[in-house]
């Protein structure tokens, strides 16, 4: 068990950065949850993994960042809520999938978490993954504290499912490594289930 899933409504807890985007994401009621290790992203997909069970959620690291694009697609045609995530290197690696699903579209909410790495502390090298946002034109939100890092994955899912789209959310080493303070809110049940209707008469899922 874990504060991040034990947490109740209105308390105040110290948490990483990572822990708060993951808190968000349960809050948002995330039914599938996707990822490729990495720092500064990694503890992201490992704190959902701790509290899978409880909250009834499936949590997987994919063998790469484009088969995790490509699994929390799968949910989000099925109607099911999923977070994808990766470091900035691993959004060059999903980008082949993620041009084709800027076009096609989501149906359940889809939200991209990418954690940069300015100054390339932990990488090969810093990367900019906020260019494909633009060169997509994908929404993109960057949060600037820890409370923002919890809410904004919450709106980065009303937001997707309102334009049937990918929603970018952009962390940083400074932000997903350090700690502050969260205010937690409601936990919702994530008792969705999947459900997907394919037509004969188009190419594409939706």
């Given at each position: 068990?874990?504060?991040?899933?034990?947490?109740?409504?209105?308390?105040?807890?110290?948490?990483?950065?990572?822990?708060?985007?993951?808190?968000?994401?349960?809050?948002?009621?995330?039914?599938?949850?996707?990822?490729?290790?990495?720092?500064?992203?990694?503890?992201?997909?490992?704190?959902?993994?701790?509290v899978?069970?409880?909250?009834?959620?499936?949590?997987?690291w994919?063998?790469?960042?484009?088969?995790?694009?490509?699994?929390?697609?799968?949910?989000?045609?099925?109607?099911?809520?999923?977070?994808?995530?990766?470091?900035?290197?691993?959004?060059?690696?999903?980008?082949?999938?993620?041009?084709?699903?800027?076009?096609?579209?989501v149906?359940?909410?889809?939200?991209?978490?990418?954690?940069?790495?300015?100054?390339?502390?932990?990488?090969?090298n810093?990367?900019?993954?906020?260019?494909?946002?633009?060169?997509?034109?994908?929404?993109?939100l960057?949060?600037?504290?820890?409370?923002?890092?919890?809410?904004?994955?919450?709106?980065?899912?009303?937001?997707?499912?309102?334009?049937?789209?990918?929603?970018?959310?952009?962390?940083?080493?400074?932000?997903?490594?350090?700690?502050?303070?969260?205010?937690?809110?409601?936990?919702?049940?994530?008792?969705?289930?999947?459900?997907?209707?394919?037509?004969?008469?188009?190419?594409?899922?939706?």
């Open positions: 068990m874990s504060i991040i899933s034990l947490g109740r409504e209105g308390e105040r807890h110290l948490v990483m950065g990572n822990e708060a985007i993951a808190r968000g994401a349960l809050e948002a009621g995330v039914s599938v949850a996707t990822g490729y290790p990495g720092t500064p992203s990694s503890e992201i997909i490992e704190t959902l993994a701790k899978s069970k409880d909250q009834n959620l499936y949590v997987e994919s063998v790469n960042e484009k088969v995790a694009m490509e699994v929390a697609a799968a949910a989000s045609f099925a109607g099911l809520r999923s977070l994808c995530v990766m470091k900035q290197n691993g959004v060059n690696v999903g980008s082949d999938f993620l041009l084709h699903l800027a076009l096609t579209g149906r359940g909410g889809m939200v991209l978490v990418h954690c940069d790495d300015p100054g390339a502390l932990s990488s090969a810093e990367g900019e993954s906020r260019h494909f946002a633009r060169m997509l034109e994908l929404p993109l960057e949060p600037g504290d820890f409370q923002e890092a919890k809410d904004m994955i919450k709106a980065a899912f009303e937001l997707s499912e309102e334009i049937h789209n990918v929603v970018m959310v952009r962390s940083v080493t400074r932000l997903s490594h350090a700690s502050g303070n969260v205010v937690f809110g409601e936990l919702k049940p994530t008792e969705k289930k999947a459900f997907f209707k394919h037509s004969g008469f188009i190419l594409d899922p939706l």
